[in-house]
């Protein structure tokens, strides 16, 4: 007795360990994929980088502290001197010409320009002469500003917020992806398993009805020809059977991939229902994908870069200068605090400019390049957005219509479950054909197909029309 009990438990030990199935709903799928997926998890750092190139763009607007210098600067050579006389002489020097320069600069977004404050202290070190002098500026103030040129500054301010608010919408439209990706992996599998399921019912469904069968050819209640016909059918049952369950590996292989499953359990689906009925107006779903989707930011950044572009070849094609002006106070002394008492007054004024006279057309023709390409971007946002509206507008009624077709397969899958048990029941009873038993065995079969496969198109046209609209009818909330 006590062996039997040990042998019982062994087996359930094995059976917990090597034979444990593991049940998932399709909301369980889909969360999984969101959480764990490879997919989601490119989708999160994506969402990663683009968080950071747009808090870099921000530091560009913020005071800047840096300290710069050469420490050491030595040089030992001979130099070429020219003397009075207009001779050349080469000279040895060995010295030291050290600097450092603190400066704290601020760029100016309306203008283009920036404003800087800074402190400077040189030292220079004659090693020949045994000579050592210090020059500084204890405190400068200065400004840098292009004239009549292209402010990049400007743009990036009217762009970069669109970019980041474009690249956080395109990662809840990849979640989105993801959960599209991971339902037609589910029913993927669900399909499998179901035909699988068939297969196996109608495998003993056949195994017996041809025992049946055998026993009424013996009483002469059947045909040899309806026999054959018979075990024809249990053995394209077992293929059936073979086919199936081969399928449902491939299947299972596939899904545990993409959602990262490491597990050797077998996963078992359940069936999911229809989603509760609710009414989607075609133009809320239309005005809901303009404020959520990256591509409709994309459709306002893709046109603000076009017009970049045409203002930077007309304010680059033409007369471009810069203002450079500093105020402070320098001085110089053999030590360095020298520097700091009684300074003198220090400006420096400099204005750059380059007007373009004679270019043979070329500024003219890089401008009108520019417009075309601006207004070929125009007409290209024009074709998207009417495809936009078209893809929200499809999927809307096909949505509609499919919950229907979910209906109504569902009722037509009870109605040929129903029909075939009949069935049964008549053949045994020997008031129905082998013929007609195997007409209902195949309309059960292609009924409980169509159900799962309008099940499929449903819940597909479903998280589709999230995509396209990161929003959810169902909760009418926005997704985020």
């Known amino acids: 007795m006590k062996k039997f009990l040990l042998f019982v438990s062994l087996l359930w030990v094995i059976e917990r ?52 210098g050469t420490l050491p600067g030595f040089t030992r050579s001979f130099v070429e001197v020219v003397q009075p006389d207009g001779t050349v002489a080469f000279q040895q020097v060995s010295n030291n010409n050290s600097q450092l320069n603190l400066a704290l600069s601020q760029n100016i977004g309306l203008t283009g320009g920036t404003v800087f404050v800074q402190q400077q202290l040189q030292r220079f070190d004659d090693f020949a002469r045994k000579n050592t002098r210090y020059n500084g500026v204890p405190f400068a103030v200065g400004l840098i500003q292009p004239l009549f040129r292209f402010n990049q500054m400007k743009w990036d301010r009217k762009i970069e917020p669109l970019k980041f608010q474009e690249g956080n919408q395109r990662y809840v439209g990849r979640l989105e992806e993801v959960s599209l990706q991971a339902t037609s992996l589910f029913f993927d599998l669900l399909v499998a398993q179901v035909n699988q399921q068939m297969a196996q019912k109608n495998k003993e469904n056949s195994d017996t009805l041809f025992k049946i069968a055998e026993e009424r050819l013996t009483l002469g209640k059947i045909s040899q020809s309806d026999l054959l016909q018979l075990q024809m059918g249990l053995l394209t049952a077992q293929k059936d059977a073979a086919s199936a369950g081969q399928a449902v590996e491939v ?11 490491r597990h050797e359990e077998a996963i078992r689906l359940d069936i999911p229902k229809e989603a509760p009925q609710f009414a989607i107006d075609p133009r809320q779903a239309l005005d809901e994908a303009f404020a959520n989707r990256a591509d409709a930011i994309g459709f306002r950044r ?25 105020f402070g106070l320098s001085n110089q002394g053999s030590r360095p605090q020298d520097v700091y008492i009684n300074p003198q007054d220090r400006e420096f004024v400099q204005l750059q400019f380059v007007l373009p006279i004679m270019t043979w057309g070329r500024n003219k ?33 096909l949505l509609q219509m499919l919950q229907k ?25 020997g008031n129905l054909s082998v013929t007609d038993l195997g007409i209902a065995m195949q309309e059960k079969d292609r009924a409980r197909r169509d159900y799962i496969l309008a099940l499929r198109d449903y819940w597909q046209s479903y998280f589709t029309l999230r995509l396209y609209t990161l929003y959810d009818f169902e909760k009418k909330q926005k997704l985020n």
């Open 365 to 397: 023709a890089r401008t009108e390049i520019a417009k075309a390409n601006q207004e070929f971007a125009q007409q290209a946002v024009e074709q998207d957005k009417l495809t936009f509206e078209q893809e929200i507008f499809t999927q809307v009624t």
């Open 251 to 261: 299947a299972t292989l596939r899904l545990k991939m993409y959602l990262g499953l």
């Open 405 to 429: 077709q979910a209906q109504l397969t569902r009722l037509t899958d009870g109605i040929a479950a129903n029909r075939y048990q009949i069935a049964q029941e008549r053949f045994v009873l």
């Open 17 to 68: 360990s090597f034979g444990q199935v593991q049940e998932y709903s399709l909301v369980q799928i889909v969360e999984l994929a969101r959480s764990q997926s490879l997919a989601s998890k490119q989708a999160a750092t994506e969402k990663k980088t683009n968080y950071w190139q747009f808090r870099s763009f921000q530091a560009d607007f913020k005071p800047q502290l840096a300290l710069n």
């Open 302 to 326: 893709r046109l603000l870069e076009a017009e970049l572009e045409t203002q930077r070849a007309i304010r680059e094609n033409g007369l471009n200068a810069a203002l450079e002006a500093t």
